[in-house]
Nanobody
């Protein structure tokens, strides 16, 4: 099994910054991509940012220039630096990893438990 443990959410004023972290552990052959999604109550989960094992990044248009995703491959950890936060960034943020199984070699998606980010105006 694979576990993703997130940290770093909280309450911040508009214009402030937060840094989210997510560490993956368990039976991992390799992690081919990691990223962050976010979700509001009753809404679909939406992409925030992803990073591949090769370092290629992808961002939602709404966060470009404000959020930065990075990865510590040696420790199976992904980070999301969020600057110039806005009230519309208030969501539950979920860590995501696409993991290659030790046993089968197939890829499987895994999700963290979610961490609340609240931005006050």
């Amino acid at each position: 099994q694979v576990q993703l443990v997130e940290s770093g959410g909280g309450l911040v004023q508009a214009g402030g910054s937060l840094r989210l972290s997510c560490a993956a552990s368990g039976r991992i052959a390799s992690i081919n991509a990691m990223g962050w999604y976010r979700q509001a109550p009753g809404k679909q989960r939406e992409l925030v940012a992803t990073i591949t094992s090769g370092g290629r990044t992808n961002y939602a248009d709404s966060v470009k220039g404000r959020f930065t995703i990075s990865r510590d491959a040696a420790n199976n950890t992904v980070y999301l630096q969020m600057d110039n936060l806005k009230p519309e960034d208030t969501f539950v943020y979920y860590c995501y990893a696409r993991v290659q199984s030790v046993r089968s070699g197939s890829e499987y998606p895994y999700w963290g438990q979610g961490t609340q980010v609240t931005v006050s105006s």
